[in-house]
């Protein structure tokens, strides 16, 4: 009897306090978030920056309030590819990038971003949604102590800004290009000299010379940064980056702390986000194209089969030989080529089809 009474007795005084502490602080204050999300985007730039701000927006407004992201632009906190390392260390809770920036931390990363030849955007997102790309990325992704969520995709990019015209392969010698991700390395494997520059820097590098070529996005992108001004020919298509992801990336220890309502807000925040910025890039490329060409007499360009041909066969080569030292990122490449083995063999009697389909010469 008298230890039950001292068991209930502690329980009591333990309700009590639980009590005290609820009043001593409301409830709804205890339960506030406040993130900082740091970018790899300059402030609000098209398409990007205003993903990321959309995604904050969301999170936000879905949480009521109780988990309040706010944006910060490339260099505001931390430069852009410091971005992974501030929300990896804590320094701040939530970043978005895409995941070839953090190649030097974490090889892996750039098979996430885009594989040149590799999938469309509606491909890349069935690898991660049904193809245990979500898994995969998430595994890679906790090497930099964070959470990874795929939160946009530009759709097919361009090839590319150049001032000389480009015809085989052999054009490539000595070129010296911005190019990042797996692009970069097949580019450097035909002989160019590859630099990685955050979007801010490419347009003072192109204007100067200390770049002779790059690509940045799409005709969206491009024009705003205004690199018709400095460039003569405008190639696609896009081989290198043919669905690129952009990566929200959240702090481990930050993410498993949430609570599961918030979890699922921030999960679908993203997959609304992955969608609205590819639905933006399919929307205004086509307007701004047409700016570019008509505006501005862009000379716009296909790269011959000739040259995709070789730098689809490097692709394949460089690829391989790049895994073979790492495994996470063989497992990783594994997977893509896998998907994307299935992803042809489907297409082929459907978007591939209906692409040709849709512009043989009939009047309509
Ligand atoms: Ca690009």
């Known amino acids: 009897m008298k230890r039950r009474q001292f068991l209930s007795g502690a329980a009591v005084a333990g309700a009590t306090a639980a009590a005290a502490s609820t009043f001593a602080k409301p409830a709804i204050a205890q339960d506030v978030r406040e993130w900082r999300m740091v970018t790899t985007w300059p402030k609000n730039f098209p398409g990007l920056g205003t993903g990321a701000n959309l995604l904050a927006e969301y999170i936000t407004k879905a949480s009521e309030g109780r988990l309040k992201v706010t944006v910060f632009g490339a260099g505001e906190i931390v430069p852009a590819f410091e971005a992974i390392d501030a929300v990896g260390n804590g320094t701040v809770e939530m970043g978005h990038g895409a995941p070839?920036?953090?190649?030097?931390?974490?090889?892996?990363?750039?098979?996430?971003?885009?594989?040149?030849?590799?999938?469309?955007?509606?491909?890349?997102?069935?690898?991660?949604?049904?193809?245990g790309g979500q898994e995969l990325a998430d595994k890679v992704y906790a090497e930099l102590n964070c959470k990874f969520f795929p939160s946009g995709n530009t759709g097919t990019q361009?090839?590319?800004?150049?001032?000389?015209?480009?015809?085989?392969?052999?054009?490539?010698?000595?070129?010296?290009?911005?190019?990042?991700?797996?692009?970069?390395?097949?580019?450097?494997?035909?002989?160019?000299?590859?630099?990685?520059?955050?979007?801010?820097?490419?347009?003072?590098?192109?204007?100067?010379?200390?770049?002779?070529?790059?690509?940045?996005?799409?005709?969206?992108?491009?024009?705003?940064?205004?690199?018709?001004?400095?460039?003569?020919?405008?190639?696609?298509?896009?081989?290198?980056?043919?669905?690129?992801?952009?990566?929200?990336?959240?702090?481990?220890?930050?993410?498993?702390?949430?609570?599961?309502?918030?979890?699922?807000?921030?999960?679908?925040?993203?997959?609304?986000?992955?969608?609205?910025?590819?639905?933006?890039?399919?929307?205004?490329?086509?307007?701004?194209?047409?700016?570019?060409?008509?505006?501005?007499?862009?000379?716009?360009?296909?790269?011959?089969?000739?040259?995709?041909?070789?730098?689809?066969?490097?692709?394949?080569?460089?690829?391989?030989?790049?895994?073979?030292?790492?495994?996470?990122?063989?497992?990783?490449?594994?997977?893509l080529i896998a998907f994307r083995t299935q992803s042809i063999a489907w297409s082929k009697f459907s978007e591939a089809a209906f692409a040709q389909a849709r512009v043989l010469p009939f009047k309509y």
């Not at 491909?123 to 949604?129: G, K, L, R, S, V």
């Not at 494997?189 to 590098?205: D, H, K, Q, R």
């Not at 001004?229 to 481990?252: M, Q, R």
Request: without cysteine; proline residues 5%.
């Open 158 to 335: 361009m090839g590319g800004w150049f001032n000389k015209e480009m015809n085989t392969i052999d054009d490539y010698k000595g070129l010296k290009m911005r190019i990042p991700g797996l692009g970069g390395e097949v580019v450097k494997a035909a002989g160019a000299n590859v630099v990685n520059l955050p979007g801010g820097e490419i347009p003072p590098a192109l204007q100067s010379g200390a770049i002779d070529a790059t690509e940045w996005v799409g005709p969206y992108n491009d024009l705003a940064f205004g690199l018709y001004k400095s460039a003569k020919y405008y190639y696609y298509p896009g081989w290198h980056e043919p669905a690129t992801v952009l990566d929200n990336f959240i702090n481990l220890d930050a993410w498993n702390a949430l609570p599961d309502d918030l979890k699922a807000i921030v999960e679908q925040a993203n997959r609304a986000v992955n969608q609205m910025v590819l639905s933006e890039f399919t929307a205004r490329n086509v307007q701004a194209l047409d700016t570019l060409r008509n505006k501005h007499g862009v000379d716009v360009r296909p790269f011959s089969d000739d040259i995709l041909t070789g730098l689809g066969k490097l692709s394949g080569e460089v690829l391989r030989d790049l895994v073979s030292s790492n495994p996470l990122s063989q497992e990783v490449f594994e997977s």
């Open 100 to 131: 070839y920036y953090w190649k030097g931390k974490v090889d892996a990363t750039q098979y996430i971003a885009a594989m040149p030849f590799g999938l469309n955007a509606q491909e890349q997102n069935a690898w991660f949604q049904w193809g």
